[in-house]
Protein backbone atom coordinates (compact mmCIF):
# COMPACT_ATOMS: atom_id res chain seq x y z
CA UNK A 1 0.00 0.00 0.00
CA UNK A 2 1.31 3.45 -1.06
CA UNK A 3 0.38 6.58 1.62
CA UNK A 4 0.97 9.57 -0.27
CA UNK A 5 1.03 11.20 3.26
CA UNK A 6 3.90 13.61 4.25
CA UNK A 7 4.92 14.41 0.32
CA UNK A 8 4.67 17.88 -1.43
CA UNK A 9 4.02 19.63 -4.37
CA UNK A 10 7.67 20.39 -4.60
CA UNK A 11 8.32 16.56 -3.82
CA UNK A 12 5.63 13.93 -5.43
CA UNK A 13 8.22 10.77 -4.97
CA UNK A 14 8.73 8.27 -2.43
CA UNK A 15 11.45 6.60 -3.15
CA UNK A 16 12.23 2.10 -2.88
CA UNK A 17 13.97 -0.58 -3.70
CA UNK A 18 12.57 -4.26 -5.61
CA UNK A 19 14.42 -7.12 -6.73
CA UNK A 20 18.07 -4.96 -6.91
CA UNK A 21 16.08 -2.09 -8.61
CA UNK A 22 15.34 1.37 -7.29
CA UNK A 23 12.60 2.94 -8.12
CA UNK A 24 10.30 6.44 -7.42
CA UNK A 25 6.52 6.47 -6.98
CA UNK A 26 3.68 8.91 -6.85
CA UNK A 27 0.16 9.37 -6.84
CA UNK A 28 -1.46 10.22 -10.72
CA UNK A 29 -5.00 10.92 -9.85
CA UNK A 30 -6.52 7.62 -8.86
CA UNK A 31 -3.71 5.04 -9.76
CA UNK A 32 0.41 5.36 -9.29
CA UNK A 33 3.31 6.64 -11.50
CA UNK A 34 6.41 4.04 -11.31
CA UNK A 35 9.70 4.92 -12.78
CA UNK A 36 12.56 3.26 -12.29
CA UNK A 37 15.67 5.62 -11.26
CA UNK A 38 18.96 6.32 -13.05
CA UNK A 39 17.50 4.59 -16.44
CA UNK A 40 15.24 5.47 -18.50
CA UNK A 41 11.35 5.43 -18.08
CA UNK A 42 9.66 1.75 -18.46
CA UNK A 43 7.98 3.75 -21.87
CA UNK A 44 11.24 5.22 -22.82
CA UNK A 45 12.77 2.14 -23.10
CA UNK A 46 10.43 0.08 -24.76
CA UNK A 47 9.78 2.66 -27.36
CA UNK A 48 13.75 2.95 -28.12
CA UNK A 49 13.25 -1.36 -29.10
CA UNK A 50 10.25 -1.05 -31.04
CA UNK A 51 7.89 -1.79 -28.30
CA UNK A 52 5.11 -1.04 -26.28
CA UNK A 53 3.06 -2.14 -23.42
CA UNK A 54 0.14 -1.69 -21.94
CA UNK A 55 -2.32 -2.67 -18.50
CA UNK A 56 -5.18 -4.11 -19.43
CA UNK A 57 -8.47 -5.56 -18.18
CA UNK A 58 -6.53 -9.29 -18.59
CA UNK A 59 -3.27 -8.39 -16.70
CA UNK A 60 -4.47 -5.52 -14.10
CA UNK A 61 -4.68 -8.07 -11.69
CA UNK A 62 -1.37 -9.25 -11.01
CA UNK A 63 0.09 -5.91 -11.92
CA UNK A 64 0.99 -7.61 -15.20
CA UNK A 65 2.12 -5.29 -18.67
CA UNK A 66 0.94 -6.64 -21.99
CA UNK A 67 4.65 -5.80 -24.25
CA UNK A 68 4.02 -6.17 -28.13
CA UNK A 69 6.12 -5.79 -30.77
CA UNK A 70 5.46 -2.62 -33.98
CA UNK A 71 3.63 -4.83 -35.54
CA UNK A 72 1.22 -5.78 -32.52
CA UNK A 73 2.18 -8.78 -31.87
CA UNK A 74 2.09 -9.68 -28.28
CA UNK A 75 5.63 -11.00 -27.09
CA UNK A 76 4.70 -11.41 -23.23
CA UNK A 77 2.75 -10.44 -19.96
CA UNK A 78 5.85 -9.34 -17.42
CA UNK A 79 5.52 -6.93 -14.41
CA UNK A 80 7.13 -3.65 -14.54
CA UNK A 81 11.10 -5.68 -13.36
CA UNK A 82 10.34 -8.37 -15.15
CA UNK A 83 9.79 -6.49 -18.65
CA UNK A 84 13.14 -4.37 -17.34
CA UNK A 85 14.76 -7.39 -16.06
CA UNK A 86 13.86 -9.67 -19.40
CA UNK A 87 12.71 -7.59 -22.13
CA UNK A 88 14.85 -4.66 -21.89
CA UNK A 89 18.12 -5.85 -20.61
CA UNK A 90 17.73 -9.39 -22.09
CA UNK A 91 18.99 -11.19 -18.89
CA UNK A 92 17.41 -13.27 -16.80
CA UNK A 93 17.83 -14.09 -13.22
CA UNK A 94 20.57 -17.25 -12.68
CA UNK A 95 18.53 -19.84 -11.61
CA UNK A 96 20.04 -22.22 -8.95
CA UNK A 97 20.94 -25.80 -9.46
CA UNK A 98 18.71 -28.58 -8.34
CA UNK A 99 20.26 -31.71 -6.58
CA UNK A 100 17.68 -34.34 -6.46
CA UNK A 101 19.41 -35.91 -2.91
CA UNK A 102 18.47 -32.59 -1.05
CA UNK A 103 14.47 -33.21 -1.57
CA UNK A 104 12.52 -35.20 1.27
CA UNK A 105 9.31 -36.45 1.15
CA UNK A 106 6.46 -36.88 4.28
CA UNK A 107 3.71 -38.58 2.92
CA UNK A 108 0.29 -38.34 5.04
CA UNK A 109 -2.07 -40.20 4.63
CA UNK A 110 -5.56 -40.11 6.05
CA UNK A 111 -6.92 -43.48 5.16
CA UNK A 112 -6.49 -46.11 2.90
CA UNK A 113 -7.94 -43.53 -0.39
CA UNK A 114 -6.58 -40.17 0.94
CA UNK A 115 -3.37 -38.96 1.18
CA UNK A 116 -0.90 -35.74 1.56
CA UNK A 117 2.76 -35.04 0.75
CA UNK A 118 5.00 -32.71 2.40
CA UNK A 119 8.14 -31.94 -0.02
CA UNK A 120 11.59 -30.72 1.28
CA UNK A 121 14.39 -28.97 -0.69
CA UNK A 122 17.10 -28.61 1.91
CA UNK A 123 15.04 -28.83 5.05
CA UNK A 124 12.75 -25.97 3.95
CA UNK A 125 8.78 -27.21 2.87
CA UNK A 126 8.32 -26.07 -0.61
CA UNK A 127 4.69 -27.19 0.05
CA UNK A 128 2.21 -29.72 1.08
CA UNK A 129 0.50 -31.42 -2.23
CA UNK A 130 -2.79 -33.52 -2.45
CA UNK A 131 -1.52 -36.95 -3.69
CA UNK A 132 -3.35 -38.84 -6.26
CA UNK A 133 -4.41 -42.45 -4.81
CA UNK A 134 -4.92 -45.29 -7.01
CA UNK A 135 -5.28 -49.17 -6.47
CA UNK A 136 -2.47 -51.14 -7.55
CA UNK A 137 -3.36 -53.35 -10.44
CA UNK A 138 -3.18 -56.57 -10.30
CA UNK A 139 0.77 -58.45 -11.08
CA UNK A 140 2.22 -54.54 -10.77
CA UNK A 141 4.69 -52.77 -8.97
CA UNK A 142 3.78 -49.87 -6.68
CA UNK A 143 6.69 -46.98 -7.88
CA UNK A 144 9.75 -46.51 -5.64
CA UNK A 145 8.67 -45.12 -2.50
CA UNK A 146 4.91 -45.00 -2.62
CA UNK A 147 3.28 -46.12 0.47
CA UNK A 148 0.85 -49.35 -0.47
CA UNK A 149 -2.23 -49.72 2.34
CA UNK A 150 -4.91 -52.04 1.61
CA UNK A 151 -3.98 -52.39 -2.34
CA UNK A 152 -3.88 -48.61 -2.68
CA UNK A 153 -0.77 -46.26 -3.59
CA UNK A 154 0.53 -42.59 -4.37
CA UNK A 155 3.05 -41.04 -6.28
CA UNK A 156 5.79 -42.80 -5.86
CA UNK A 157 9.84 -40.26 -5.08
CA UNK A 158 10.44 -39.61 -8.86
CA UNK A 159 7.24 -37.84 -9.14
CA UNK A 160 8.24 -35.46 -5.92
CA UNK A 161 11.40 -35.23 -7.30
CA UNK A 162 10.10 -34.11 -10.48
CA UNK A 163 7.62 -31.33 -8.53
CA UNK A 164 10.84 -30.24 -6.26
CA UNK A 165 13.09 -29.68 -9.49
CA UNK A 166 10.46 -27.32 -10.95
CA UNK A 167 9.43 -25.43 -8.01
CA UNK A 168 13.45 -24.90 -7.02
CA UNK A 169 14.61 -24.40 -10.84
CA UNK A 170 11.46 -22.02 -11.53
CA UNK A 171 13.75 -20.30 -8.52
CA UNK A 172 9.77 -19.50 -7.12
CA UNK A 173 10.82 -21.13 -3.43
Not at 131 to 159: C, F, N, Q, S
Amino acid sequence: MFSARGLTADNPWAEFQHEGFKFRVRQDGDGLMVELTGEPTLDEALNARGLSHKRDALTSADGRHTIKDEAGTIIGRFTATEAWVEVINDTKRPLPDFDPSKVRIERHRMSVTQGETSVFYEERLLNRYGDKIVILERDATAPAGAKVIGGYHGYGDDEWIDVARRVVTRGSW
